[in-house]
């Protein structure tokens, strides 16, 4: 079932995303009276699920069978069809080739500019109905994995700065290290401040290792549900859990290990109330876990009206488009290996929740709107930003690419693409046999 709701989530998503650019070119091809032949959700390669063609219309519309993109067939165009018969011919009024050159920028930047749009909106939606929640850095620590702890970090410590830069979301910590490409952390450790260098030849490991900075949790009880095993045990808001069968604990992550020892059955652990120390028993269920809910440091929450969250939802959308910049930078890095974090359909469902849930889907939609209208600004042949890229230069010199030139590079840039989508998958392949 889990696997079948990502799934769902997965698909419902890249069709949101796939008609949402290609409307964008629809829409300014429109605009500037050019013929749009086919409008597509998928590519139908040979045959389509569903195709309809409306009276008096010259588009047809439909869904194909192969659900890697989808596409928008504007007369003219030199495109992922390959179809170059039209060209043999004199170009029409109605064709794309025909029209001056800015006309034919805005159509293929149509697709990434509705990209943003539609973020836009969704940010501006979430932050409406739900604000914003997240952890700062100001007073979290940080609970480390092996490859943090082989990196110099240890559990407790309190992430100051990369370099000259200050990170203010906790959850941020690991993708702001890769992103600064930072050399040095500031940290404090035990009421002093020290320097840890940060080798670059680990970048990619860091961005191939989630969970490197958990959020260190004091085990301080917040709440004791009526569910809970524990709930007539005496436990009280505000108990600082110390140890576990005399086992000390400092962050509720050090209790697991122990707990597990105890499945389905009870512990004694220490617990400091105001100035006493007790010593309470309690059970552990089949999980190994007692039910508590701990208190949660360092979380904040902004509530915004629909006034006021339009510009932040703009501003999200900016930064957002930043960071998946610079993780683009990172990626045609070799040295940093960020190539090796390439994922594709499979990585991607991963993200996914596992239960629907609205606040994380769109979330999700949002941020996979943005890498969409990035990646297709790469000036990478058959992407947008190679067509765009080919008549920037016509603009500036006066010359026009030929046809013939046109064919051959959407050739090469589309061989670039399958070799892309061969690195993806293999990647998460790779990941799911580790």
Known sequence: MIVLIKILQVILA????????????????????????????????????FRFKPKNSETEYGIGWLPLGGYCKIAGMIDES???????????????????????????????????????????????????????????????????????????????????????RFEMLQADMARQTARKATVLRDGDTLDIYIDQNMIGEVLNSPGMFDLAIPFVVDTVPATSPN??????????????????????QDSRALLADYKGGSVDITVIRDTDTLLVPVQVDTNGLMGIYASMPGVKTKEYSVISAIPAGIRHTFTTIGGYLQDIKLVFTPSTEAYKSVGSFIAMGQIF??????????????????????????????????????TLYEMITGRKPSDKFLAGAQVIGMILLFAIMILAFGNDIGRLMR
């Open 14 to 49: 890249l069709s949101v995303l796939i008609l949402i650019h290609e409307f964008g070119h629809f829409i300014f091809a429109k605009m500037f009276r050019i013929r749009v032949e086919k409008f597509y959700l998928f590519f139908d390669a040979g045959f389509a699920l």
């Open 353 to 390: 929740p596992a239960a629907w849930d609205w606040y994380r889907f769109l979330n999700i939609l949002a941020l996979l709107s943005i890498m969409l209208g990035v990646m297709n600004l790469l000036p990478i042949p058959a992407l947008d930003g190679g067509h765009m890229l080919f």
């Open 231 to 252: 709930h007539l045990a005496g436990l009280m808001r505000g108990d600082r859990i110390t140890a576990v069968d005399g086992h000390p604990v400092e962050y509720l």
């Open 82 to 168: 390959m179809d170059t018969e039209a060209l043999k011919s004199e170009p029409k009024p109605w064709e794309f080739r025909s029209k001056p050159a800015w006309q034919r920028l805005l159509v293929m930047f149509g697709g990434v500019l509705f990209n943003f749009i539609f973020a836009f909106i969704v940010y501006i939606g979430i932050l409406a109905g739900w604000g914003e929640s997240y952890i700062s850095n100001d007073e979290s620590c940080i609970y480390v994995n092996e490859l943090a702890y082989e990196m110099g970090f240890r559990n407790g410590d309190r992430i100051l700065k990369f370099d000259d830069y200050t990170p203010e």
